[in-house]
């Protein structure tokens, strides 16, 4: 059997443990707070009314509908940011069942993968269905690539994520990096503003435009913003490049995962 | 208790599956003891090799051989029991059996399913239900939460906890985990089971019963593998043992020729 088979099918074998997991991670951030399950929704409308207000009217963003810019490219992004935050550490925090059971370690990083998904999911859903209207945004044809890019952003951030689980056994200083690198990945992705306005008046200088384009967050955030905010279907640049680059980290990410999976016990 | 011919019932789930083994061949397992590398230490040692001038030596890895020639094969109906001083290796050797350690040389070849025991309430999470926390540490040893499910009453029974089943563990006393912890493990589903130092802790009387449940897994695991410094508890359960010494075998055979042995200090 090719290697690879073999691990996939050990980690269906475990695909209760994984579900498990992924509740044990939801139900323990929420149970015991009195709005329980409802923060995953309060919170980012709560931080995006915060970030609406700076932008809008102390930074003076004059973009029309700021709001539905920042709902489309930041819930991906904190998506984004939580899965690579958590996902440093999650094997480090789970030494023990690393130590005493033979399980396969790639769940303990899917499951944080996992349970920040689910909480996109019903953010988006929700904020789109409730506020959405109010903002004016109205379902569009083009929402029809939006699975398209909640394929890419999970897999984007999953590659990353498993590759960060494993460097942190080895570099526990990079769970610090992670965290410092974050907003400033953030700012350069860009999450706050377009790169340019929707009437074409350039934010970011166009000669520096193409280093932003270097990001591959940047592409696969146009898979959120093209369909919510301008309401129109991404272009078949942005999802070939999209697609290539989060496919390529997922596969990068698993194969250097699985090529050390074997030896990180001896690092914990 | 003589039971050393006592072969474990047939599953009628599995009778066309192979009988469960476990085969060790000349596995050895290697340490290497390196300072624990930071940012520091890289960055540093970098540096160093970049600016030439100031070598910094990489600290000197050592090796530790916890274990070498370990050779061992257990078939359906074996019940090991592994005796030796603290730091002999038994704990590793178990998890090297397990699939936790690759060996570093020879192999380790198994048959059917294997779950580790070497902490009891593994897993647990104090804010979860006594239910959540079954199911959780069920899962974690590969056992099927259908399985599992349909035990449920029966291990809360057992543990004397049947009005704590959906109560999170932190209300629970040291010694109603405890109790919990035990029967979970001793109800997990699996051809080979590995108990590490799995105490009975409790009354007196409940005592009794954990130590009759362990003789009960005679009759429901496959191949059984004990660490334990209770000599007694390994006379009345084992029908094989080895002795294992600074991470060798220093005796394989029978049970009261390797107590013999240990007792003796040889």
């Known amino acids: ?268 | 208790m003589s039971s050393a011919r006592r072969e474990p019932r047939p599953d009628p789930g599995k009778r066309n599956e192979p009988p469960p083994s476990i085969v060790a061949e000349g596995v050895a397992l290697r340490f290497v003891l390196e300072r624990h590398s930071s940012l520091k230490s890289v960055a540093l040692q970098t540096l160093g090799r970049v600016f030439g001038r100031v070598r910094i030596p990489p600290s000197a890895p050592r090796e530790l051989w916890p274990l070498q020639d370990i050779d061992l094969q257990l078939v359906r109906g074996d019940r090991l029991g592994i005796v030796g001083r603290n730091g002999a290796g038994k704990t590793t050797l178990l998890r090297v059996l397990a699939g936790i350690y690759p060996p570093t040389r020879g192999r380790v070849t198994r048959v059917g399913t294997i779950a580790p025991v070497l902490q009891l309430g593994l897993g647990f999470h104090a804010e979860l239900t006594g239910r959540e926390n079954v199911h959780l540490a069920s899962a974690i040893a590969g056992t099927p939460l259908s399985t599992m499910k349909a035990k449920l009453d029966e291990i809360f029974r057992f543990a004397e906890l049947e009005d704590y089943v959906d109560v999170p563990l932190k209300y629970y006393s040291t010694g109603m985990y405890a109790r919990l912890a035990f029967a979970v493990a001793t109800e997990l589903e699996t051809d080979t089971l590995l108990l590490d130092e799995v105490f009975a802790v409790g009354d007196q009387y409940w005592i009794r019963s954990a130590l009759e449940r362990i003789e009960s897994l005679i009759d429901r695991v496959g191949i059984l593998v004990l660490v334990s410094h209770d000599l007694g508890l390994i006379e009345r359960i084992c029908n094989r043992a080895i002795l294992l010494d600074e991470g060798r075998i220093q005796l394989d055979g029978s049970v009261p020729e390797v107590l013999d042995r240990y007792r003796s200090g040889a």
Not at chain 1, 40 to 64: D, G, K, Q, W
Not at chain 1, 72 to 96: G, K, N, Q, Y
Not at chain 1, 217 to 238: C, D, K, M, N
């Open chain 1, 1 to 268: 059997m090719h290697p690879v088979v073999a691990k996939v099918e050990r980690l269906l074998r475990y695909r209760e443990l994984l579900w498990l997991l992924v509740v044990q991670t939801l139900a323990l951030r929420y149970r015991r707070t009195a709005l329980g399950f409802v923060w995953s929704l309060v919170s980012p409308v709560l931080t995006m009314a915060i970030l609406a207000v700076v932008f809008h009217f102390v930074i003076r963003i004059e973009m029309a509908h700021y709001t539905v810019f920042l709902l489309s490219a930041m819930l991906p992004w904190s998506f984004l940011a939580s899965t690579l935050a958590d996902a440093s550490v999650s094997i480090i925090h789970r030494e023990d069942l690393v130590t005493k059971q033979p399980i396969p370690k790639l769940v303990l990083p899917l499951a944080t993968a996992g349970a920040n998904f689910v909480n996109l999911l019903l953010a988006i859903s929700v904020l789109l269905a409730l506020v959405g209207p109010q903002l004016g945004v109205l379902p569009s044809v083009a929402w029809i690539y939006l699975p398209f890019g909640f394929f890419c952003l999970f897999a984007f951030s999953l590659g990353l994520g498993v590759m960060l689980s494993v460097a942190t056994v080895y570099l526990r200083d990079l769970n610090h990096i992670v965290t410092v690198m974050l907003p400033a990945w953030m700012y350069a992705s860009p999450v706050l503003y377009p790169l340019a306005l929707p009437n074409g008046t350039p934010i970011i200088p166009v000669e520096f435009q193409p280093y932003f384009k270097l990001n591959p967050v940047y592409w696969i955030l146009q898979l959120f913003v093209r369909p919510i905010y301008w309401g129109e279907a991404p272009s078949g640049h942005e999802l070939m490049l999209a697609s290539g680059l989060s496919l390529l980290v997922l596969v990068l990410g698993l194969a250097f995962f699985w090529w050390k999976e074997d030896d990180l016990v001896f690092h914990l």
